[in-house]
């Protein structure tokens, strides 16, 4: 864990959600420190310019594996940063055993959804659901 991961966070978090904050220190060292996370981050001219979430666990029907908050600074998008993040988790999903990979993206997210389909990510017909623990 260093400064400058916690402050890159700081400053692509906002770049990806307009509702959540971003993480701060403890937050942070939680997800590297899980065995379930691999945090994956792309620089560019020593600046993390990129970061992708890869979440593997075991469930009874496989070995799951779900790319979450995949977020390039908008300085660095176009140039295959996200790409480079994608491939990667693709690979080390496939190294750890999982069959598939999962994510879901945003209709409005137009570029997302070009990436990940050029990366052989297929929509699929499903329904996500989410509920909301009252606070």
Not at 13 to 29: D, F, Y
Not at 36 to 43: G, Q, S
Not at 109 to 134: D, H, Q, S, W
Request: a neutral charge; proline letters at 5%; glycine letters at 10%.
């Amino acid at each position: 864990m260093t400064d400058e991961l916690v402050e890159a966070f700081a400053r692509l978090v906002p770049q990806l959600s307009a509702t959540t904050g971003p993480p701060g220190r403890k937050a942070l060292e939680e997800i590297v420190g899980s065995s379930a996370i691999t945090l994956l981050v792309a620089r560019a001219e020593g600046t993390i310019v990129g970061t992708l979430t890869l979440a593997m666990f075991p469930i009874p029907t496989g070995f799951r594996a779900w790319i979450e908050d995949v977020v390039v600074d908008e300085t660095a998008r176009g140039k295959g940063v996200g790409e480079a993040l994608t491939n990667e988790a693709i690979g080390l999903a496939r190294t750890a055993g999982a069959r598939t990979v999962d994510l879901t993206s945003r209709p409005s997210r137009k570029a997302a959804g070009r990436l990940y389909e050029r990366a052989g990510f297929e929509e699929r017909e499903t329904r996500v659901y989410r509920y909301r623990i009252p606070a």
